[in-house]
């Protein structure tokens, strides 16, 4: 079947039989000592981008590479483990998948030699979901996908503070972007990985949202003594910007979403409601809404139904 689609992908798209030779093109980042970022498109996936929307990255100890994320296909994870030789000539020691989602895990195959960890929850969703996330990227992204399988985690993620290499690396266990997100904060450099939990200057997507769990765990973000945060998706910063922003977008959906739920919009209804000025520079702000009232309005309009009942 994937091989069907990829033919029909190369007939049907413009260009894309040129995307043989494609190459992800991958830079990392310093963002902190011994820290690096390859930092993804602010985009949808698409055949143009091959899925390059995420944002991974590594830390450099003196035991070896600790990988943080995959990005979304075997063609990406090559290129991040030669782009991480660039940079440090000692082995990879350890490869963390944040969440479930698939911009986050399709390039675990690369990491094979390793071993993945994650959560049990999102070893879990790995194997449950992670054929049908799949077939979907093989889909939006086509050919970049050329190879990939799914390959979950292999081993759980320990979540007691560790020193790996000279850094004192926590594993933090939150949710609310999924049912299990996984931070990673580095005390030695003070960056803290902060998964899809946070989201910069970008529209956070909700297909696996519980909005009142996300807003709770934004809460212990805030808590936290990182200098650097590098969001899910977005540029990395040394302010809290992300923080304050992500909150504020979860917050207006979830009252609008409700409010038009109480008054009784339908579905198509909801998706016209009009975006706030202050997030019209936020990419993907109509679209990420739009997705967001079909993955959150059932909900809403069942629960406003059961109020109404006598």
């Known amino acids: 079947m994937r091989a069907l689609v990829l033919l029909l992908a190369v007939l049907l798209v413009p260009g894309l039989a040129q995307a043989e030779g494609r190459h992800y093109g991958l830079v990392a980042e310093r963002v902190a000592p011994d820290t690096y970022v390859f930092v993804g498109m602010p985009e949808n996936f698409s055949v143009k981008n091959g899925g390059n929307i995420v944002n991974t990255g590594f830390i450099v100890t003196k035991a070896g590479v600790v990988v943080i994320d995959t990005g979304p296909s075997l063609l990406y994870g090559r290129e991040m483990r030669e782009a991480i030789g660039k940079v440090a000539p000692s082995p990879v020691i350890r490869v963390i998948n944040t969440h479930l989602h698939p911009d986050h895990i399709f390039g675990n195959q690369a990491f094979t030699d390793v071993g993945v960890e994650a959560s049990p929850a999102t070893i879990h ?38 020193t790996v290499g000279g850094h004192r690396l926590e594993m933090i266990a939150l949710s609310g972007h999924t049912d299990a997100d996984l931070m990673v904060l580095d005390h030695s450099t003070g960056v803290l990985f902060a998964s899809d939990l946070v989201f910069l200057d970008r529209a956070p997507t909700t297909p696996h949202a519980d909005m009142e769990g996300w807003l709770a765990a934004l809460d212990e973000v805030g808590k936290l003594p990182f200098s650097v945060l590098v969001p899910g998706h977005g540029r990395p910063e040394r302010s809290r910007r992300a923080i304050a922003q992500t909150r504020d977008w979860l917050i207006w959906l979830n009252q609008t979403l ?19 000025e202050r997030f019209k520079s936020l990419a993907l702000a109509r679209e990420e809404f739009v997705r967001s009232v079909s993955h959150l309005y059932p909900r809403l309009e069942q629960a406003a139904m059961r109020r109404a009942e006598p």
């Not at 038009?260 to 579905?267: F, R, V």
Request: hydrophobic fraction near 35%; glycine fraction near 8%; charge should be negative.
């Open 125 to 162: 969703g790995e194997e449950v979901q992670g054929k049908a996330f799949a077939d979907n990227m093989y889909r939006m992204v086509g050919p970049w996908m050329q190879g990939t399988e799914l390959s979950p985690p292999v081993k759980e993620t320990p979540r007691a503070v560790q």
């Open 258 to 276: 409700s409010h038009a739920a109480e008054n009784g919009l339908d579905m198509t209804e909801a998706m016209a409601q009009p975006i706030p």
